[in-house]
């Protein structure tokens, strides 16, 4: 048998639950997702770690389902196991594990020769009951497992491409970021793509303000679907809640005018590529409200200021104008 190419993607544990979700206290399965590649009609074997973390005897069953995209979001929809990947794999019906036991548990993936190139996905299921056919499907309790995402070698096609780029809801107006921007991408090809680039936030004198992956956790888009990605500038910002933390938070973090996100995407073994563009403003006016407030009430004292001196001068200039006048009647008295 020829072992197949893994590619470990640092990912939470996929879990699925009826009825009850105990397991996912009682095991540990990695890698959390299998990238694999292989001819048809080529046998792949593997292993996947197992870790018992309770302090007593567990017994574990495998399944396998193939899933499909439910909606946008990438969220994977299980799909029973009556045919595709879910039928190419197999590995023993169940485990039992002593407490802490770690244990390596071998599969393989046996591909039909003549099998269409392109992409095939389906989870490998460790669960608590035995598996019961219901139907084609899978009925099973509290369960953890493993996405595998095989890729059929051939000449597969790619076609696809950015659907919509916009701000969260269309906003085109902020008083302060954080801004969450949305994009759907669209994979019409025969095999799953994963979208790369980024988004450049400029501000309007054309200066680099931040710079954003535009798909950080590497997700899928699965062939016939299409997935929303939403991404966030300056996500870790506390947002504050009232007008005088406002006005401070404008003043440490201060963004002003039209701004533009440009996304550039790349994807695919053919090295397809877009850009999207689109702006938003930034109008602080909390902080300038204090700032224009500050500069009048500044304004007004110097006004205030400057009108009480002129009037002592004037004061001044009268009081001696007077005593000059005084001065010279004394002094045309005393002529006389």
């Known amino acids: 048998m020829k072992k197949f190419y ?5 990912a939470a544990v996929f879990l699925v639950a009826f009825g009850f ?6 095991l540990t399965v990695s890698p959390a997702i299998l990238e694999i590649s292989g001819d048809p009609g080529t046998t792949l074997a593997g292993v996947i770690r197992l870790f018992n973390e309770k302090d007593t005897t567990e017994t574990f069953y495998t399944s396998f389902e193939n899933f499909e995209p439910s909606d946008d979001s990438g969220t994977p929809q299980f799909v029973g196991a009556n045919d595709g990947l879910a039928t190419w794999l197999s590995s023993t019906g169940s485990v039992t594990m002593a407490p802490r036991e770690r244990m390596e548990v071998p599969f393989t993936l046996s591909i039909p020769p003549g099998t269409e190139a392109g992409g095939y996905f389906a989870a ?5 009951q035995p598996p019961i056919a219901e ?5 099973i309790g509290g369960r953890i497992g493993v996405l595998t995402l095989l890729r059929v070698n051939g000449d597969i096609p ?3 491409g950015l659907l919509e780029y916009n ?11 954080p801004v969450e921007f949305e994009y759907r991408f669209s994979n019409d090809g025969g095999d799953r793509v994963v979208p790369r680039g980024d988004i450049e936030i400029k501000n309007t004198f054309g200066s680099i303000r931040s710079t954003i992956n535009a798909n950080p956790t590497e997700g899928s888009v699965l062939p016939d679907s299409a997935r929303r990605f939403s991404l966030i500038w300056n996500p870790d910002a506390e947002i504050p809640t009232g007008f005088v933390e406002t006005v401070w938070y404008q003043w ?15 994807w695919g073994f053919t090295n397809q590529n877009t850009q999207e563009k689109i702006s938003f403003f930034l109008f602080p006016w909390q902080v ?13 004292v110097i006004r205030l200021g400057g009108r009480a001196y002129k009037n002592s001068l004037m004061r001044q200039l009268e009081q001696m104008q007077e005593e000059k006048k005084e001065k010279e009647k004394n002094e045309k008295n005393q002529g006389e």
Request: proline share 2%; charged share 10%; hydrophobic share 45%.
């Open 6 to 10: 893994t590619i470990f993607i640092t």
């Open 21 to 26: 979700t105990s397991i996912t206290h009682a």
């Open 124 to 128: 490998i299921f460790f669960g608590t």
């Open 135 to 139: 139907g084609g499907t899978v009925s």
């Open 158 to 160: 790619e076609d696809g």
């Open 167 to 177: 701000t969260k809801d269309s906003k085109g107006f902020y008083t302060i970021p």
């Open 252 to 266: 440490n973090n201060f963004h002003f005018g039209f701004y533009t996100a440009e996304l550039n995407l790349g």
């Open 288 to 300: 300038l409200l204090v700032i224009i407030l500050i500069i009048s009430l500044f304004s007004t």
